[in-house]
């Protein structure tokens, strides 16, 4: 019998990163690999025609009035409980840490990582504070949690009252417009565009918020400077918050002409920036699965990130991995890839091949199963 599946993909920013790319992809994934249930997406209207969705069995219902964060979380609560029933859904997804408290159909929810629990600090007050207790009754409502790796599956073990059997690890993936670009004119007119040179700088891409390190980095890349080393150091990602103390470490170093900040970058040329990339470095503190470090390595860009939570999962062999609070270790790192031109090809085989093993069709699949066990159990 054919499933009702409703999906909230009202947590899509205007600029899409993170939790937004991973509803944005597993939407349309689902939509190539199952024509068999039928798909409701709730989404901000100047959402419905990037999902460009003409498949039968997937409706796309605009949803208006929800543009900041506290009337999307009011329509969550209020609304989508009535549109629930108005659809009879037999489940309903939602991929942003919150779910209705009060919710017919069976729930499933999608945790992207604990930083609310685990690095509070992290985050603003009113924002820790909601999060950290929706998250509690989300868990404890929620039919079936999927976790985007095993990382955040044991997070979430070990600070929720959940059983084991209720969390399912499904990673994420790259989008396939992560890939070896082996047009390098193309690779070359997108680097001059941001004013660089097709292998020349080092790469860091992600939105500009604490848990990301970029303190750390920039550290590590003054040391290189220091010792000669001039290729700049490019920071792709939009300004999240507390991103104060990254612009005053880059005047304290005085590295205001060496590190480019190119602000939010579109889809369409990111991964012509990474393969434009002598190579792609996070040391992230703390990371519910790190989709930038598999994007680079999708994209044949050598790979230093973090030895912590979800990294090494993601990485494997296929990359260096770093203490994240050592900008002496990260340093040493980036020197070694930069006069090891064996290390560095051997890197890139390597992450072409660690990122081979993830894909949208796969996190489509496994999330379809976490929509039928959920539902069979629930009834």
């Known amino acids: 019998m054919a499933l009702r599946v409703g999906i909230d993909a009202t947590a899509i920013p205007s600029l899409r990163a993170g939790a937004g790319n991973y509803i944005f992809n597993l939407v349309q994934a689902l939509a190539k690999v199952d024509r068999d249930n039928h798909y409701v997406i709730f989404a901000k209207p100047q959402h419905i025609a990037e999902f460009s969705i003409s498949q039968p069995n997937f409706r796309l219902a605009a949803i208006n009035g929800v543009k900041r964060r506290f009337s999307r979380l009011l329509w969550e609560q209020f609304m989508l409980p009535r549109l629930v029933q108005g659809y009879q859904l037999d489940v309903l997804h939602s991929p942003h840490y919150t779910m209705p408290i009060f919710n017919l159909a069976c729930s499933v929810v999608t945790f992207h990582d604990m930083t609310f629990f685990l690095y509070p600090e992290m985050h603003g007050t009113l924002k820790r504070v909601f999060f950290r207790q929706m998250i509690r009754v989300s868990s404890k409502r929620a039919d079936k949690i999927i976790a985007v790796s095993e990382s955040t599956r044991k997070d979430i073990l070990n600070l929720l009252n959940v059983t084991a059997r209720k969390v399912h690890t499904v990673p994420e993936a790259a989008s396939g417009d992560y890939r070896l670009i082996h047009n390098r004119d193309k690779v070359n007119r997108v680097c001059t565009k941001y004013g660089l040179q097709t292998g020349r700088f080092f790469l860091y891409v992600g939105t500009l918020e604490p848990r990301k390190n970029v303190p750390t980095l920039l550290r590590a890349y003054s040391c290189l400077v220091s010792r000669g080393i001039h290729d700049p150091l490019v920071i792709v990602g939009k300004k999240g918050w507390m991103f104060g103390d990254i612009f ?16 939010y970058v579109p889809d369409e040329d990111l991964p012509y920036l990474y393969n434009g990339a002598r190579l792609f470095v996070y040391p992230s503190l703390y990371e519910g699965f790190g989709l930038p470090v598999l994007e680079a390595m999708a994209c044949g860009t050598p790979v230093i990130t973090s030895n912590v939570s979800s990294m090494p999962e993601v990485v494997g062999d296929a990359g260096l991995l770093i203490d994240p609070r050592d900008h002496t270790q990260l340093a040493q790192a980036i020197e070694l890839i930069i006069t090891n031109d064996d290390l560095s090809k051997l890197l890139r085989e390597r992450g072409l091949q660690r990122a081979a093993q ?14 039928t066990q959920g539902c069979k159990d629930n009834g």
């Open 248 to 263: 005053a470490t880059v005047k304290t170093l005085k590295l205001e002409d060496k590190v480019v900040f190119t602000g």
């Open 358 to 371: 993830f894909s949208w069709e796969r996190t489509a699949r496994e999330t379809l199963k976490v929509y």
